[in-house]
């Protein structure tokens, strides 16, 4: 499998180790061709922190909504 959206370095913070109540707010949109979507199977998404220096950091998410242009 390979990573088709990559957004980089985000941020500086320790959100993760303070449970998300200090850290900062970030809001990303990623357009995702719906010819890369299966209609008969599961899809999958995977969140990744490519610059990962200890245990403590990660990716926190409140939701994720995927929605279909008219």
Do not use: C
Request: charged fraction near 20%; charge should be negative.
């Amino acid at each position: 499998m390979q990573d088709d959206q990559q957004q980089g370095i985000i941020g500086r913070d320790n959100a993760i180790t303070r449970h998300g109540i200090h850290g900062l707010y970030w809001l990303f949109n990623n357009e995702i061709p719906g010819t890369v979507l299966y209609s008969n199977r599961l899809n999958h998404i995977f969140l990744k922190q490519a610059n990962n220096e200890s245990h403590f950091q990660g990716v926190m998410y409140d939701y994720i909504r995927l929605e279909a242009r008219h």
